[in-house]
């Protein structure tokens, strides 16, 4: 592990280097800009997976994991929640190589997938939902059919279509927030974590157990989920606003209760969740480029890429495959934190293990 440490460290060395031209800038606009030898020199391409024949595979297994950013080691995967010179958050990373799929003539469902299986694909609209969203309110609603709908598209029918014209009258300030659309704006501090899902394996001719990153999730309130949630919480509260006006009292405890239980779907509505899954190898390059914080030493800054590949956070695994169908391990450890601490545990025993017996004679 030391041995590995130290040639990950001499490779990030050789390849990155923390606030380009901070030492020789004439103007503050030099920092962090690449002078013509530093980007003809520049390595910013990974160093590539290695082939794996599936003969050479003697023992393996995937598991899923879950990273929490509230912890100080994974802090580099969150900070800065707001673009700082030549470092962003990871968010930002991923949403901006989602978003630049159509420019850059890349098919993001090739590598966006709404589940961990990539079964699902994901399309470029509902993609931006995750991240802007706005819903029309009543007035709004019918303002838009009255007075700027002549070609009456039907949002049933065509809801792209739909969604594009409400689009083009937000940003020619046709319609006015509050009394016209709700909105919401995913951001980078928004984010509550990630969900990573890898390949651990033991490999016979190099006699050495290895781990291969697969998917990467970000996991947080997608701004759909939050404007369903907060019309649905404004519905709710104004129908038992009118139905304390019409009986002319207060709401009885049996009526608190129906207000409280239609609240708390919408407040469950708007939980933090997986956004989408990301192919991993789809997305290395673009992780290469974007350096992170390095607090041994800022001068050499380690990237999205190289951080992620050296296990350099903290996870706890919160499923494994199974012949149960990769069942969860809060389905079967329910209501008891320190269990499923305790099974995640033994998920890594397991594997470390398999690695330990080999040379256990």
């Known amino acids: 592990m030391l041995r590995y440490s130290l040639i990950l460290f001499l490779l990030t060395s050789l390849t990155c280097i923390g606030q380009s031209n901070l030492l020789n800038a004439k103007t503050p606009k030099e920092i962090g800009v690449k002078n013509a030898n530093q980007l003809k020199y520049d390595n910013t391409k ?19 994991e879950f990273i929490d950013i509230d912890q100080r080691i994974n802090f580099p995967l969150y900070y800065p929640t707001k673009p700082l010179m030549d470092r962003k958050p990871l968010f930002d990373v991923l949403r901006e190589y989602v978003q ?5 003539k890349i098919n993001i469902k090739d590598f966006c997938f709404q589940d961990d299986y990539f079964s699902v694909p994901l399309d470029a609209s509902e993609a931006e939902s995750k991240f802007n969203d706005f819903r029309l309110t009543k007035d709004g609603d019918e303002n838009v059919t009255k007075n700027f709908n002549p070609s009456k598209i039907d949002p049933v029918v065509d809801p792209s279509g739909f969604r594009k014209l409400c689009l083009k009258l937000i940003e020619e300030k046709k319609l006015k927030e509050g ?3 709700k909105t919401a704006e995913l951001n980078a501090v928004d984010v509550k974590g990630y969900k990573i899902q890898g390949y651990w394996y033991f490999d ?5 157990l290895k781990y291969r990153l697969i998917a990467i999730a970000p996991v947080a309130s997608s701004a759909k989920s939050i404007v369903d949630a907060t019309m649905g919480q404004q519905e709710i509260e104004d129908e038992y606003t009118e139905i304390v006006a019409n009986q002319g009292t207060l709401l009885t405890p049996q009526q608190e209760e129906e207000k409280k239980a239609k609240l708390k779907i919408y407040e469950e509505m ?8 990301i ?16 607090d041994r030493n800022s001068s050499k800054p380690i990237n999205f890429d190289d951080l992620l590949i050296a296990r350099h956070f903290n996870a706890v695994v919160y499923k494994e495959e199974n012949v149960q169908g990769d069942r969860l391990i809060e389905k079967y450890k329910p209501n008891n934190a320190m269990d499923q601490l305790l099974e995640a545990e033994r998920v890594k025993d397991k594997i470390r293990d398999f690695e330990h017996d ?4």
């Open 179 to 181: 009394p016209d659309y």
């Open 358 to 361: 080999m040379w256990n004679y």
């Open 270 to 277: 708007s939980a933090p969740d997986v956004l989408f899954w």
């Open 279 to 294: 192919y991993y190898p789809a997305i290395r390059i673009t992780l290469k480029m974007n350096p992170t914080f390095n």
């Open 46 to 64: 990974p160093l590539d997976y290695g082939y794996i024949d599936d003969r050479d595979v003697m023992f393996g297994k995937r598991i899923w």
């Open 204 to 208: 016979k001719r190099l006699a050495e």
């Open 100 to 104: 630049s799929g159509e420019k850059n």
